[in-house]
């Protein structure tokens, strides 16, 4: 599954990109997500909250995985990585997920 992000997201993925921070993300790093179901439009962005890394919001509904599945495959495409090196580690049913990208 492939989820093209919006214009406005593309720049502030842009962002993250270049940011110390997030690129160690990539390079084999457990970190927390805050999922948000049923958003308007898919977006990953820096999350404020103290209990989350990044902010996650996709457009389909938490039934069967699909969320699951569409979280992964928009971290995959912030991070520029392939959705087979991130894996749930906790949080399956929950908003609050614990995700590892192989390094």
């Known amino acids: 599954m492939r989820i093209a ?3 406005a997201n ?3 993925l842009r962002r993250m990109r270049q940011d ?3 690129s160690t993300l990539a390079d084999g ?3 927390t997500v805050r999922v948000t179901p049923k ?3 898919t977006a990953v962005v820096f999350c404020q909250d103290d209990r989350a890394d990044l902010a996650v919001r996709v457009t389909v509904e938490p039934e069967g995985g699909k969320a699951n599945k569409a979280v992964i495959a928009a971290l995959a495409g912030a991070l520029g990585v392939a959705t087979s090196r991130i894996t749930l580690i906790r949080g399956e ?3 609050l997920k614990t995700f590892r990208v192989a390094g």
């Open 39 to 41: 958003a308007s439009r």
């Open 93 to 95: 049913t929950s908003r």
């Open 29 to 31: 790093r457990i970190f």
């Open 5 to 7: 992000p919006d214009v």
């Open 20 to 22: 110390p921070a997030f």
């Open 10 to 12: 593309m720049q502030s």
